[in-house]
Every structure is written in C-alpha cells, then in structure tokens.
C-alpha cells in the first residue's frame, strides 16, 4: 500500500487510476428500473444517482416501497452499512419509516444543510431551543425527540430518540454529524477524521448486533462511500494484520457493486489512503511499522537490481565498443598457387575438356612428382609442381605463381602493421614494449621474405621455393599469433581509467541519495500527518483557553459592576 502511495503520487496517476476504476465499476453495474419509475422519479435527489435495483432497501409500509437507499454489504468482515441521500422534505417520513424496519442504531451525516448556498439536505431531526430549534418534529407515523447533543469543531455527536405511533414503542438513536467535509472534497486532515470514525466505533453503532447504521451526504456516493471504505478496510487489516495484501482497488469495485458511483473524485480516492494508513499507524503501529520496513528494504533491492543491471549494461556496451575498435579486420585470403599447365589434382571433367580441344598436360612419373601442403590456413589441398622446367615459359610462369603470392602477403603485413598503429597508438602506452616487438618481429619477418626472393630471381630452384614457402608460413603462424596475443591482452582484463572510475563512483553516489530522497519523503509524510494533527490539537487548546479566558474576564467585570453598584447604596 506504501508502495502504490508512493508510485502514484510520483506519477501523478491519480486520474487515470480513478478512470480506469469508473470503467470496470460500470461494466458491472445493475439494473435501475425502480429508480427511473414515473412516480419514483420526483424521489431522486439527483438525477444521475440511483440505487440498484438487487440492493435496494424496499420499505415494508408502503406505498411507496421506494427510497434512494442502499444496503452495502461486505461478508467477509460482517459488516453492512445503508447508503442514501440526503432527505427531501417530502421523503423525510419515508427515511424514518426505513430506520424503524431496518432497526437502525445511528445516523452518520458528513455533510452540512447548506453549502455553498445551496440546500444539501432536509433539516429532518430537532436541534433543540439551545440551538435555537425545536425539541421534536413529527412525520405522519413517527416523532423524533432531541435528547443532549456533545461535539466540538469538527463533528457533533446527538442523543435522539425515535418513536413509533402505530405501536406506541420508542427507540433512542445517535446522530453523527461531520460538519467540516466540503461537497466534491476532502477534509482538512486524515486526524479529524479519524476521530469521528473513532467515536463511531466506539459507540458500538457498527457491530453486528444491530441493524445497519445510515450513512448519507447529500448524493450519497462521494463522502459516504469515503467512509464507508476507510472503515472497511481498516476493519479488514485489523482481521488479517498485514497491510500489504489488501487491495484498495479491489475492495472499492466490491462495495460499488451494491450502489452506483462511490467515491465521487481522484482527491477522495487518494484521501482513502492516506486515512487508512493514517488509521493503521494509530490502531496498528506494529503493522505499520513492519510495512515500513518492508517497503523500505523493496526500494532498497530495487535499487541495487537497478544499480548492477546499469552496471552491466555499461559494461557490456563498453565491450561492444571494444571489440568494435579493437579487433583486427580478418586476414585476407592467400592467392593459391596455380601451375601453368594442367595438374595431377584437375577434374576429370576440366582434363577431357581440354583434351577435346587439343591441350595437353605434360606428366611425370608418379615417383619424381614435389608436392607442397598448404598448412596454414588448414587447408588440404596439394599444389602439383611437377610441370616445373629451365624453360623461359617455365620460368616466367614461376615468376609469376611465385612472386603474386609473396607481394600479397608482404601487403597483408604492412596492412596489418598501419591498422595496428592507427587503432592502437593510445594502448601502446599502457602495454609496454609487447607490440613493438610482434612489430619488429613482422618486419624482420617481411625482410627477410624480400631477401630470399631477391635471391630467387635468379634461379627459382625447388629448394628455394621451399624455403620461401616454409617463411610464408611462419609468418602467418606469427601474425596470428599476435592477433590472438593482442585480444586476449585487450579483452581479457578490462582496467577502467580514472574518468571511468569517477562516472561508476557518481552513478553510485545518484542512487544511493535516490534512496535517502524516497526514504525522506516517506518519513516527510509521516510528520507532516503528525504536525497537522498537533497544530490543530494545539489550536483547539488553545481556542478553549481564549474562551475560558474572555468568560472569566467578563464574571469579573460583571462581579465588579455588581459589587460598585451594591457598595454605593
């Protein structure tokens, strides 16, 4: 429940949960028929608030059977209350007549007569002569006597007794009038408020054992439904004592089942929280306290699941980026040597087609043939170099196989060599002297590959060729070596600079006040509920010591008028 407080009031998501609510309520409303009956229609208060037909209270002396009334059940905690609207002067008799059947124990009234200048409610009990009213009123078969009235500020609390002419039988009833809850709002603090629905309870009007007490404004859905839900599910917590498994929602969309529209705006929804934690927190402060810690200890988790998911992600896009800027281009593919003529290793098909048009591969014996594996790059093929001669066109083919080849990989390396210093050039610091050395080990490598060929030109012996091929491929087993050596070195071991380290450092530092902000505001919460209520307990003090005062003041002054005028005769 902290929680949903919390995330609504940082999202401001009050409406749109207070639609949603209206939506799903009204796709399970009931029928209204007896409501919208030509002559039950001028029983309406509004015209938009009628009672459901499966709940509605049916007056048993009748006719009419109809009264804007329903009874609001809730099993599961027994309790029921009955929902109505503020009486009209000619539905006044109908209200009391209701009261009797249903054996009603007290009336809870939140709102006043008049508001905002406009008639709210029929004045259906006697105030008093105190009150500048009548001691009792008469309606047809009933009579309401005015007993004693208590109260303060906020809310007064009246004795009036109930009599029934038919039978002769008289019944005494409390009237609970809030006075200080204003039409589509809320009251001024969860505190005062609580105190009415302490002394309600208090008086045992709500228990099982009498009939169901009236609760009504003026409509009878905003400020009733309110309070109906408030002492509901504190009802409820009490039962289970753990907050954090009722559902506000819930319990609202059960009770609207029984009378259209309760709680009437988002402010009042929002109200409904407040008091019931406010109210958990005074009956329940051990419940209270545990819910606490436990959203305290969420928000916590939650905090750090957060903090190592940012973490991670950083560091997998950190890696990304490395490996996008590190990692070297693949090597290129070798040209294969090829021989001039057809080789043992041809298709069959290749060999008849050239035979078919007059060429032929000159062959030796299979005992004189050199054959040469390609191990390098794993392959398995095997380069025929059976048709080698001391001819010119022998020679010039071997030029030809032989110096493409050694020119491409001297390219591969210089290649490799740029891409290093240009991506590298900033690590070169940080990694000492092992990339000069892969370095200079290639170039050597590459010098001493233009050596042999220079030396080659001459006479391309098989021996040499030999030798040329066994450098080529030691310097691509080197070369991939030093690519392998390079990534893992790059890769493997991550060191985070000191501008790294001081963005994980603030990132931290953001989340952890993130989670000191949330905790203030809930303690925030917490003692401004607790200021409110001490200054307006403070305010009453001290508005009765101004009171005790000025009467004091003014017994003096009329003792000392007395006492002047009695001593001078």
Same mark, same amino acid.
């Given at each position: 429940?902290?929680?949903?407080?919390?995330?609504?009031?940082?999202?401001?998501?009050?409406?749109?949960?207070?639609?949603?609510?209206?939506?799903?309520?009204?796709?399970?409303?009931?029928?209204?028929?007896?409501?919208?009956?030509?002559?039950?229609?001028?029983?309406?208060?509004?015209?938009?608030?009628?009672?459901?037909?499966?709940?509605?209270?049916?007056?048993?002396?009748?006719?009419?059977?109809?009264?804007?009334?329903?009874?609001?059940?809730?099993?599961?905690?027994?309790?029921?209350?009955?929902?109505?609207?503020?009486?009209?002067?000619?539905?006044?008799?109908?209200?009391?007549?209701?009261?009797?059947?249903?054996?009603?124990?007290?009336?809870?009234?939140?709102?006043?007569?008049?508001?905002? %200048?406009?008639?709210?409610?029929?004045?259906?009990?006697?105030?008093?002569?105190?009150?500048?009213?009548?001691?009792?009123?008469?309606?047809?078969?009933?009579?309401?006597?005015?007993?004693?009235?208590?109260?303060?500020?906020?809310?007064?609390?009246?004795?009036?007794?109930?009599?029934?002419?038919?039978?002769?039988?008289?019944?005494?009833?409390?009237?609970?009038?809030?006075?200080?809850?204003?039409?589509?709002?809320?009251?001024?603090?969860?505190?005062?408020?609580?105190?009415?629905?302490?002394?309600?309870?208090?008086?045992?009007?709500?228990?099982?054992?009498?009939?169901?007490?009236?609760?009504?404004?003026?409509?009878?859905?905003?400020?009733?439904?309110?309070?109906?839900?408030?002492?509901?599910?504190?009802?409820?917590?009490?039962?289970?004592?753990?907050?954090?498994?009722?559902?506000?929602?819930?319990?609202?969309?059960?009770?609207?089942?029984?009378?259209?529209?309760?709680?009437?705006?988002?402010?009042?929804?929002?109200?409904?929280?407040?008091?019931?934690?406010?109210?958990?927190?005074?009956?329940?402060?051990?419940?209270?306290?545990?819910?606490?810690?436990?959203?305290?200890?969420?928000?916590?988790?939650?905090?750090?699941?957060?903090? %190592?998911?940012?973490?991670?992600?950083?560091?997998?896009?950190? /890696?990304?980026?490395?490996?996008?800027?590190?990692?070297?281009?693949?090597?290129?593919?070798?040209?294969?040597?090829?021989?001039?003529?057809?080789?043992?290793?041809?298709?069959?098909?290749?060999?008849?087609?050239?035979?078919?048009?007059?060429?032929?591969?000159?062959?030796?014996?299979?005992?004189?043939?050199?054959?040469?594996?390609?191990?390098?790059?794993?392959?398995?093929?095997?380069?025929?170099?059976? /048709?080698?001669?001391?001819?010119?066109?022998?020679?010039?083919?071997?030029?030809?196989?032989?110096?493409?080849?050694?020119?491409?990989?001297?390219?591969?390396?210089?290649?490799?060599?740029?891409?290093?210093?240009?991506?590298?050039?900033?690590?070169?610091?940080?990694?000492?002297?092992?990339?000069?050395?892969?370095?200079?080990?290639?170039?050597?490598?590459?010098?001493?590959?233009?050596?042999?060929?220079?030396?080659?030109?001459?006479?391309?012996?098989?021996?040499?060729?030999?030798?040329?091929?066994?450098?080529?491929?030691?310097?691509?087993?080197?070369?991939?070596?030093?690519?392998?050596?390079?990534?893992?070195?790059?890769?493997?071991?991550?060191?985070?600079?000191?501008?790294?380290?001081?963005?994980?450092?603030?990132?931290?530092?953001?989340?952890?006040?993130?989670?000191?902000?949330?905790?203030?505001?809930?303690?925030?919460?917490?003692?401004?509920?607790?200021?409110?209520?001490?200054?307006?307990?403070?305010?009453?003090?001290?508005?009765?010591?101004?009171?005790?005062?000025?009467?004091?003041?003014?017994?003096?002054?009329?003792?000392?008028?007395?006492?002047?005028?009695?001593?001078?005769?």
């Amino acid at each position: 429940m902290l929680a949903e407080l919390e995330q609504l009031d940082e999202s401001k998501a009050w409406p749109r949960l207070f639609q949603r609510l209206n939506l799903e309520a009204s796709q399970k409303a009931g029928s209204l028929t007896a409501a919208r009956l030509p002559e039950n229609r001028r029983l309406n208060r509004y015209r938009d608030v009628l009672p459901y037909d499966h709940s509605r209270i049916i007056l048993k002396d009748g006719p009419p059977d109809y009264i804007n009334a329903n009874l609001v059940k809730v099993p599961r905690l027994n309790r029921s209350y009955i929902l109505t609207q503020g009486p009209l002067p000619h539905t006044a008799k109908h209200f009391w007549q209701m009261i009797w059947e249903q054996n009603t124990a007290a009336i809870v009234m939140l709102n006043r007569v008049v508001e905002k %200048n406009q008639v709210k409610c029929y004045q259906y009990w006697p105030c008093g002569q105190a009150a500048e009213h009548v001691d009792q009123l008469d309606f047809e078969d009933f009579k309401v006597y005015f007993l004693k009235e208590i109260g303060n500020d906020y809310f007064t609390i009246r004795t009036l007794e109930l009599e029934n002419f038919v039978t002769g039988e008289r019944r005494s009833l409390y009237h609970f009038h809030y006075m200080t809850w204003p039409d589509f709002g809320v009251p001024t603090s969860p505190a005062t408020f609580l105190a009415f629905l302490f002394e309600v309870r208090k008086a045992g009007v709500l228990s099982p054992d009498v009939g169901p007490s009236v609760v009504h404004c003026s409509a009878g859905i905003g400020r009733s439904g309110t309070f109906v839900m408030v002492d509901s599910v504190l009802k409820e917590i009490e039962s289970t004592g753990d907050m954090d498994q009722i559902s506000i929602t819930d319990v609202l969309l059960e009770i609207r089942q029984y009378r259209v529209g309760l709680i009437q705006t988002p402010d009042q929804l929002r109200f409904t929280y407040l008091a019931i934690l406010e109210g958990v927190k005074v009956l329940m402060p051990e419940v209270y306290q545990r819910a606490t810690n436990n959203h305290l200890k969420t928000n916590e988790e939650r905090g750090d699941d957060q903090e %190592n998911a940012e973490q991670n992600s950083t560091a997998d896009a950190k /890696s990304e980026d490395d490996s996008e800027v590190e990692t070297p281009p693949p090597v290129p593919p070798r040209r294969r040597l090829e021989a001039a003529a057809g080789t043992a290793d041809e298709p069959e098909a290749k060999r008849s087609r050239l035979s078919e048009r007059g060429i032929t591969s000159q062959k030796e014996p299979e005992g004189d043939k050199d054959v040469f594996t390609d191990s390098s790059e794993g392959s398995d093929e095997i380069i025929d170099l059976s /048709s080698l001669s001391d001819s010119e066109n022998s020679e010039h083919s071997m030029e030809n196989v032989r110096e493409p080849s050694q020119v491409s990989m001297r390219e591969d390396i210089q290649e490799r060599n740029k891409f290093s210093d240009g991506k590298d050039k900033s690590q070169q610091a940080e990694k000492g002297s092992k990339l000069p050395q892969h370095k200079n080990q290639l170039n050597n490598d590459v010098e001493k590959t233009d050596k042999i060929s220079e030396q080659e030109k001459g006479e391309p012996t098989e021996t040499g060729l030999q030798e040329t091929n066994k450098v080529i491929q030691d310097t691509a087993i080197q070369l991939q070596e030093t690519n392998e050596g390079l990534k893992h070195e790059e890769g493997g071991e991550f060191i985070p600079t000191s501008n790294e380290t001081k963005e994980t450092e603030s990132a931290t530092e953001i989340r952890r006040r993130k989670r000191e902000e949330r905790k203030q505001k809930i303690t925030n919460l917490v003692e401004n509920i607790k200021k409110n209520v001490q200054r307006e307990e403070d305010a009453k003090v001290w508005k009765s010591r101004l009171k005790k005062a000025v009467i004091g003041a003014a017994i003096c002054s009329i003792a000392y008028v007395t006492f002047r005028y009695l001593s001078s005769g």
